[in-house]
């Protein structure tokens, strides 16, 4: 019999799976395995968030995988010896994944397919994570974008609202050998700290088509502004099930679309905005594929010889648990740890405070957030913190400091967002809620701690060190 297998990894799903698609119109016979293989990811293995979200993902695809007849071979090893032990005991003769776009990932995945191809092995790679492969746009120069506006604009006119690939029955699906139980592969973390993630997400691709609906029906149309607004559910929420692949670009583009046109045209939605956000996820796996260097080193390398501050884990774990002493920043931390995910204008405030009040090295907030956010992505992450911190791809000029009181007072200004997530504060009255400092008697009774620097004093001390860098040097050509 003509047989498949399809390797899943951070594609977990069975709707428009153009690698599991294309295995089906194929083969008479299609067999899905994920291999757990984490020293793959090299120093990027998987945090504990993402890894309790594999978990359940995992658990939801095989559900779907049951229901359109087939089913899910769970294995763990190195990835090559694993399919080759596979391919002789089904005696396919054909591999199909979907691409990863992380430099680690690449070169795996380069390895396996030259080996399998040697030994007479088929194997075919689609793109299910992106609209664009990320070398597919270039400047007029024939080089990679810096640059997000340029790099839309090029990107922009060559989407279109396509209708996403059907689920499809899996035919001649039969167990292999030597399979492991989900439990056997060790992802769940032993702490309880969990069970606020399982309050808070519904991992696998009934909950990302949940989620898409909740945000069709209920934020889209208000999108622009409420997006900013950290106590409501304005956004999607949809980056975590965009990251492990429970639902795509695509798969969005055309329901928002679909919903709009459904819509009267006096109040219809405008996408826009939202398609933008997504443009920036596809902007940060283009800068991740040509600048393989940037999770660890400056993109500018101006900022080489910056001064940070010496690492001190003390401050630094005031920061991780939420006790800085500055309302908002201590909210968002608190908000990351119980629930693994935090609100997009929130992650820039604590990223601010972090590398320029602070002065601590970009690379220890990332480190954090790759372990604390169940939407850790590689690329996003690292787009994310050299943009605040002023050292990456069409960064915020380092001058720009975000001011957390200025920002809760701008975004939080009833303080639902602060009280929620500070209960020693809840009682707060309004005067003092983002400023708690200005009251000592609130902080003795409340608990609640002191400032760890003073905003305006650490600001202008970070400007100096800013400014004592050689203008221009290392810098890198936009």
């Known amino acids: 019999m003509n047989t498949a297998l399809v390797l899943f990894r951070r594609d977990l799903r069975v709707a428009d799976n153009p690698a599991l698609g294309a295995a ?7 067999l899905p395995v994920f291999i757990h293989a984490p020293d793959d990811d090299g120093e990027w293995t998987a945090g504990a968030a993402s890894r309790w979200w594999l978990h359940h993902s995992l658990a939801a695809l095989e559900r779907e995988l049951r229901a359109n007849g087939g089913g899910l071979h769970l294995r763990r090893g190195d990835p090559l010896e694993v399919l080759r032990e596979l391919i002789r005991h089904s005696a396919a003769s054909a591999v199909y994944w979907n691409r990863r776009y992380e430099p680690a990932a690449i070169a795996h995945d380069t390895r396996i397919r030259s080996a399998l191809q040697a030994e007479g092995v088929a194997v075919h790679s689609h793109n299910a994570a992106l609209w664009c492969e990320p070398w597919q746009l270039a400047t007029r120069q024939g080089e990679p974008y810096r640059v997000f506006t340029p790099y839309w604009r090029s990107l922009r006119p060559q989407l279109q609202a396509v209708e996403p690939l059907p689920a499809p029955r899996l035919p001649g699906w039969r167990e292999l050998p030597d399979g492991l139980s989900l439990d056997a592969l060790g992802l769940l973390p032993r702490i309880a700290w969990a069970g606020g993630l399982a309050e808070s997400w519904r991992p696998g691709e009934a909950g990302a088509r949940e989620l898409l609906d909740i945000f069709a029906d209920d934020a889209l149309g208000d999108y622009a502004h409420a997006r900013d607004l950290p106590a409501r559910h304005g956004t999607s929420r949809l980056s975590p099930h965009l990251h492990f692949g429970e639902i795509s670009p695509r798969q969005i583009h055309f329901a928002l679309d679909r919903r709009a046109r459904a819509t009267d045209a006096k109040r219809r939605p405008d996408l826009e905005p939202y398609l933008r956000e997504l443009g920036w996820r596809e902007f940060a ?3 991740l594929y040509h600048f393989p260097h940037t ?5 500018n390398p101006r900022f080489d010889g ?4 010496p690492t001190d884990q003390a401050v630094l774990q005031r920061w991780q648990r939420g006790r800085t002493g500055i309302p908002l920043v201590d909210a968002g931390m608190r908000e990351l ?13 604590v990223a601010s405070f972090l590398t320029k009040n ?11 957030f790759w372990d604390s956010l169940v939407d850790a992505d590689l690329a996003n992450n690292t787009l994310g913190w050299q943009w605040v911190a002023g050292c990456g791809a069409d960064a915020a000029p380092y001058f720009r400091v975000f001011n957390p ?8 200004p009833d303080g639902s967002y602060l009280r929620r997530w500070l209960p020693e504060l809840a009682e707060a009255p309004a005067s003092v809620l983002h400023e708690p400092w200005k009251d000592e008697a609130l902080l003795r009774r409340s608990g609640y701690p002191a400032p760890m620097v003073d905003l305006a004093q650490s600001r202008q001390q970070a400007l100096d060190a800013y400014a004592a860098l050689p203008a221009g040097a290392g810098g890198t050509s936009k």
């Open 285 to 287: 796996h283009h800068l």
């Open 24 to 30: 089906c119109a194929a083969h008479a016979r299609v």
């Open 337 to 349: 740890w119980h629930t693994g995910w935090m609100h997009n204008r929130v992650r820039m405030v």
């Open 405 to 412: 009181v200025i920002q809760s007072k701008k975004f939080d």
């Open 358 to 368: 602070l002065r601590q090295h970009w690379r220890h907030g990332a480190r954090w």
């Open 295 to 299: 999770p660890t080193d400056n993109f």
């Open 306 to 309: 910056f001064p940070w501050a």
